[in-house]
């Protein structure tokens, strides 16, 4: 280890907020401000470990509820869940949080666990290089070199939008943007459309169609939509209890096995929530989808349907194909004039553009050894990159629960990584057999689900593929107790499998 790397692990980074400078070395660089990353700070700084920073393109912290700011934004799971175990949040204002309260819960965690001296706002992550010499990562910033120790990703899945493919989109004379880039300053009064039906449109459009002279929303596929149920706590009532609400939250994954008891009842609700909204049954036929619910992510909303149906907003069954000046161009022929248009497209999920970013060992990208659907171990680690941990990345979100059970497991594991690292003082690197292992009982225990049975195409699974990839196919109390504490056995030193014998 360099003198520069012990300085980084037994020193604290004192500056605040103006950006590694040329050289400089740190034991951990985490990369995203988002709720696994600041979450890890929390947890870093609380575990004594001073020597690290965070970078984020932003100019403030909060990840996707920083960049969400559209009309409606709120938690789509109850928030009793929707804050870290080790610093609850007593006081959300109603059973689901609006964007802006988790945003701030994010900037008040930061400011109270003192991560502000460790913060490196507005810097990017232009590259990252193990290098085998130094045993550490070599990072580029926008704001100069940095060498660290260990490398975390936690830039999450929702965090690079996904702009359609549309002929004449940049001829648009009016205002273009996606729905994780929202326009503060839209006047009401407009002609807005819509492109998709996802967690965002549901939410934004029933407050679109209160301030818009006219909507059109182009569905490509309609959403399963179950009841919601949202209201404000009254003064001095009690938040329901985060434990019991987890283990109640976790019986919900039967419904995600396909064929099961739980499935059928799960789509009758939604069936339900349907018939007893639409009584029309023409528009009903349009919205009732054709694969199991929680294919797609099943959407909450009590709105929805009711906004669909009110005169000056129009639901056209069939995604766009064209822009032609103010014109909006659907699939079916029909033709639409817009003075917005706001993409509500989802994201970039199972092929993260950051893994273009980071080279292992023997320069191969992360991109690359993703090519056929991204792997790990433990939804951690990956082999032939050292000293690398992603959070929030393959396999690590619930497609029934909290993404938080898992994040908090992963930051666990990341500790008593280090942990053990300080031990042995060499770098980390999981076995390319433990990775396989993980990967094939991913594969077969996902082979099962609603994910991969259920009929449709969706953000959880890879493209080229057709692998699971994005969600832990499982209850959440099985990861936690699998992967929320450090295993050294899966890892390589030398080639061979820590504590297997000699050859």
């Known amino acids: 280890m360099t003198g520069a790397h012990r300085a980084a692990r037994q020193g604290s980074d004192s500056g605040r907020g103006t950006g590694p400078g040329p050289g400089t070395a740190v034991d951990v660089a985490v990369v995203g401000a988002g709720l696994a990353g600041v979450g890890l700070g929390a947890r870093l700084r609380r575990a004594g470990r001073t020597g690290f920073t965070i970078l984020e393109r932003a100019d403030d912290v909060g990840g996707t509820w920083r960049d969400n700011v559209y009309p409606g934004v709120a938690c789509d799971i109850p928030s009793a869940l929707y804050s870290y175990s080790f610093l609850p949040q007593p006081a ?3 059973v689901f949080a609006p964007g802006a309260e988790i945003h701030e819960y994010v900037r008040d965690v930061a400011q109270s666990e003192g991560l502000a001296p ?8 232009t590259g990252a290089r193990w290098d085998e010499d130094e045993a550490a990562w070599q990072l580029t910033t926008s ?5 660290a120790r260990v490398l975390v990703t936690a830039v999450g899945r929702l965090s690079e939008p996904r702009v359609p493919d549309l002929p004449g ?5 009016g205002r273009v943007f996606h729905s994780a880039r929202w326009d503060r300053d839209l006047p009401a009064g407009l ?3 819509v492109v998709g039906t996802g967690a965002s449109a549901v939410q934004l459009v029933p407050e679109l169609a209160r301030r818009a002279e006219s909507v059109v929303v182009l569905q490509r ?3 399963w939509v179950l009841p919601r149920g949202d209201r404000a706590y009254a003064p001095g009532e009690a938040r329901p209890d985060r434990a019991a609400l987890a283990e109640e939250a976790d019986r919900l994954f039967e419904a995600r096995v396909a064929g099961t008891t739980a499935e059928a009842e799960l789509r009758e609700r939604a069936e339900a929530h349907l018939r007893a909204q639409v009584p029309d049954p023409a528009l009903r036929q349009l919205l009732t989808p054709d694969y199991a619910v929680g294919c797609k992510r099943a959407l909450f909303s009590d709105d929805w349907y009711p906004a669909l149906q009110q005169p000056h907003v129009t639901l056209e069954p069939g995604p766009p194909v064209a822009v032609e000046g103010s014109t909006l161009v659907a699939a079916s022929g029909a033709r639409y004039e817009v003075d917005v248009l706001v993409l509500a497209t989802g994201f970039e999920t199972t092929r993260p553009p950051f893994a273009h970013l980071v080279a292992g060992r023997g320069g191969q990208r992360l991109a690359e050894h993703w090519a056929d659907g991204m792997t790990s171990h433990a939804s951690t680690v990956v082999h032939g990159f050292p000293n690398l941990f992603v959070l929030d990345g393959p396999n690590a979100g619930l497609g029934h629960h909290s993404a938080l059970e898992v994040i908090e497991a992963q930051i666990g594991y990341v500790l008593g990584a280090l ?3 300080d031990e042995t003082g060499c770098p980390l690197e999981v076995s390319a057999a433990a990775e396989a292992a993980y990967t094939r009982e991913i594969d077969e225990r ?6 991969l049975r259920g009929g449709c195409r969706s953000w959880y699974v890879d493209e080229r593929s057709g692998r699971l990839t994005l969600l832990w196919p499982g209850r959440a109390a099985e990861y936690r107790e699998r992967f929320g504490v450090f295993d050294p056995a899966p890892f390589a030193r030398d080639g061979a499998a820590v504590g297997a014998p000699p050859p």
């Open 92 to 94: 959300w204002s109603r």
């Open 118 to 125: 460790h913060l490196r706002l507005g810097t990017e992550l």
């Open 169 to 173: 989109l940049g001829t648009f004379p």
């Open 143 to 147: 704001r100069g070199p940095l060498t």
């Open 419 to 421: 942990d053990h690292q």
């Open 446 to 451: 996902a082979a099962g689900t609603v994910w």
């Open 191 to 193: 002609r807005v459309g």
């Open 221 to 223: 596929t309609p959403p």
